[in-house]
Nanobody, 118 residues
Framework: QVQLVESGGGAVQAGGSLRLSCAAS????????MAWFRQAPGKEREGVAH???????VYADSVKGRFTISRDNAANTLILRIDDLKAEDTAMYFC????????????WGQGTQVTVSS
């Protein structure tokens, strides 16, 4: 069983930066497919950044150039760096993982809230 615990969210002003972390247990972050999702009030959950087992990454068009997903293998942690925060980035951010790329994400964290004020 993979367990994921997010941290690093908070209230920031537009234009600022945040570093979200997702500590994993039950698997090593470089041996599973992982992603960051977000869900804003009244909106559907959306995937914003994915990192495959091989290290390749995929970003949603809305965050390209501002979001960076990476892995800290020594800490067994998934990272999301967010730069130039915008009000529309306000959402609950979730870390997710799956062992196989052909299946839906099966492991989820509890989320960390990001609130951006303009």
């Amino acid at each position: 069983q993979v367990q994921l615990v997010e941290s690093g969210g908070g209230a920031v002003q537009a234009g600022g930066s945040l570093r979200l972390s997702c500590a994993a247990s039950g698997a090593t972050v470089d041996n599973i497919h992982m992603a960051w999702f977000r869900q804003a009030p009244g909106k559907e959950r959306e995937g914003v950044a994915h990192i495959r087992r091989d290290g390749s990454t995929v970003y949603a068009d809305s965050v390209k150039g501002r979001f960076t997903i990476s892995r800290d293998n020594a800490a067994n942690t998934l990272i999301l760096r967010i730069d130039d925060l915008k009000a529309e980035d306000t959402a609950m951010y979730f870390c997710a993982a799956r062992r196989w790329s052909q299946v839906p994400y099966e492991y989820w964290g509890q989320g960390t809230q990001v609130t951006v004020s303009s």
